[in-house]
């Protein structure tokens, strides 16, 4: 792959850092690019109280000089507020896994008799540097006219009704909501059944939607396995905490379809090829076909819960109810720019290997030409095969 990047850090840790590599050269990048999308994260009904403590800023350790990254590793790191109030504190063990968390099995993977290790590290908190390299991503994509963006569509089953809008129009009206619905009234109702949810100290999941607009053909590829975008996509998707199932355009209704109602027509048009639809989701075989890319991606309720839940404490062996650890009530609104931001990394990494070149301005002639592939470029020529005997 172009692009790789390493989080590290824990919840409650001192810091939270990043390392990009493989980023071109040449991208105007400043802690202010950045900036944006982490305020965004930490915003939201159904925020849980550490969201009043922290600020998050990331800090441009390397791999960019006057403004302009070099093509050297990036590091970014994010100070974690917190990290003051927990600092050579005796913090009692923890030994009442959550179901639905990583603290039991990673208890007995790695032979913790405490969990908070694996609390600290499976904590969503860390999704804070995931984001911070996702808007990375997002500002390479800039230039090539890409843009990623996202919006809830259901939260404890109250689903917006986006009949008649497009993306564009569902971008910017989440945008002015308090829990990135594009419709009002399901928005109220979402915000109503957190409220609810909080005072019966349950939690809420929900179904974001994900968008990517200007996407060329040909990111990815058919011919291996882990080339393919749609499961670059998912597997992107998947890697974020309580993110459990991933459809590409209309994945799970196209089911109940036939064959020839649930796939994109072909037609010609003046410029090239068109298409009577999305419900592929833009990717053909592995390969994006110039449509909108889009993706849903459902989020369970999250197990931290106030309400108690059965389990056994690993110390006596006994039932017991789990124990509350500070957490959202929903999180799906501020994960909404997680997303974005893992999506943003695996089309800028699918773009870069569509590309090739280390720097913006040796990609960005190499773009404009793949931009200007006509209907000629890609007629076929109708000659018959030589098979292998």
């Given at each position: ?5 390493l ?85 009692p ?14 208890a007995?993977k790695?032979g ?11 904590s969503?908190r ?7 390299v996702?808007?990375v ?5 800039k ?22 809008m ?21 928005a ?28 060329p ?29 991933v ?26 090829f ?24 459902a989020?369970k ?89």
């Open positions: 792959m172009a692009l790789r990047y989080t590290a850090g824990e919840s409650h840790g001192p810091a939270l850092t990043a390392i990009l590599e493989g980023m071109a050269a040449g991208l105007p990048l400043t802690e202010e690019t950045i900036a944006e999308d982490l305020a965004r994260r930490q915003t939201g009904t159904g925020s849980g109280d550490r969201m009043a403590i922290e600020r998050d800023h990331a800090a441009l350790l390397s791999g960019v000089m006057e403004g302009l990254t070099t093509g050297a590793p990036i590091t970014l790191q994010l100070m974690n507020r917190d990290h003051a109030n927990w600092k050579g504190k005796a913090v063990a923890y030994t009442t896994p959550r179901p639905g968390h990583a603290d039991l099995a990673a007995v790695y913790y008799t405490d969990i908070r290790p694996s609390l600290e590290r499976a969503a860390e999704t804070a540097a995931r984001v911070a996702g808007a991503c997002r500002a390479f994509l230039p090539f006219g890409i843009t990623v963006d996202g919006y809830v569509s259901s939260i404890n089953g109250h689903a917006a009704c986006l009949e008649g497009t993306f564009r129009d569902r971008v910017a009206r989440a945008r002015r909501s308090e829990v990135q619905c594009p419709d009002p009234e399901a109220s109702r979402i915000i109503a059944s957190i409220e609810q949810a909080k005072s019966q100290g349950e939690t809420l999941g929900g179904i974001i939607d994900i968008v990517v607009e200007g996407v053909v040909g990111l990815g590829s058919h011919v291996n396995w882990d080339r393919r975008l749609d499961a670059r996509l998912a597997q992107a998707a998947l890697g974020v905490p309580a993110i459990k199932g459809e590409i355009g209309n994945a799970f209704s196209n089911t109940g379809k036939q064959g020839t109602q649930a796939h994109d027509a072909i037609l010609q048009g003046s410029s090239g068109e298409r009577r639809g999305d419900a592929c989701g833009g990717i053909e075989g592995g390969i994006s076909n110039g449509q909108p890319v889009w993706l849903r991606a989020m309720p999250i197990p931290t819960t106030r309400k108690g839940q059965d389990t056994v404490d690993l110390t006596t062996g006994k039932p017991c109810l789990t124990y509350y650890e500070r957490s959202d009530v929903c999180p799906v609104p501020r994960a909404v720019v997680v997303l974005e931001a893992v999506v943003a990394v695996a089309i800028a990494d699918a773009l870069m290997e569509k590309l090739g070149g280390d720097s913006i301005a040796e990609m960005k002639p190499r773009f404009d030409t793949l931009r200007r592939a006509t209907l000629d470029d890609t007629r076929m020529s109708g000659q018959p095969h030589t098979f292998w005997p």
